[in-house]
């Protein structure tokens, strides 16, 4: 099974103003690596704030926005209705990679992206390592 990501919509929105990512077609794209995730309109569960019990056992999960509309959850902002719960949630997108890691490294669109500069030794190893240096403004 491949990872899943959560790129909150505070992140995505601020990455795409600042030119570094682009959002087409169901893909969110890291432009300084090529680097493609499919994404999903998702929210992330935080925590249930009436005191109520957690029943579903849904808190620090992300749920699909479309799965949550299935079973009857109300969706505003940061907030969530779910029957006789309510939750503080952070909105975004569950992204899975478009390939695995080591067919990115070598892939055209990486190359493009790129420039055709190489980085073999000091580039990142893993999708997790990937995010992090984009994350820190590394890439």
């Known amino acids: 099974m ?13 990455w795409g103003i600042d030119g570094k990512i682009d959002l087409i077609d169901g893909e969110l794209i890291l432009l300084a690596e090529g680097r493609r995730y499919k994404v999903e309109e998702s929210v992330r569960i935080v925590t249930e704030v009436t ?3 957690d029943d579903r056992k849904i808190i620090g999960k992300v749920k699909p926005k479309r799965a949550l509309d299935e ?9 969530m209705i779910l029957g006789d719960n309510a939750y503080d ?8 990679p478009s390939c695995p890691f080591a067919d990115h490294l070598v892939s055209p669109e990486r190359n493009v992206a790129r ?7 000091t580039g990142p190893s893993s999708d997790e390592e990937l995010l992090q240096r984009f994350a820190a403004g590394e890439l």
């Open 71 to 79: 079973i009857g959850a109300e969706l505003l902002e940061t907030s």
């Open 2 to 14: 491949q990872n899943r990501v959560f790129f909150s919509q505070a992140s995505v929105d601020q």
């Open 115 to 121: 420039a055709g500069k190489t980085d073999l030794g």
């Open 51 to 53: 005191g109520a019990n």
């Open 89 to 96: 949630v952070v909105p975004g997108w569950s992204g899975t």
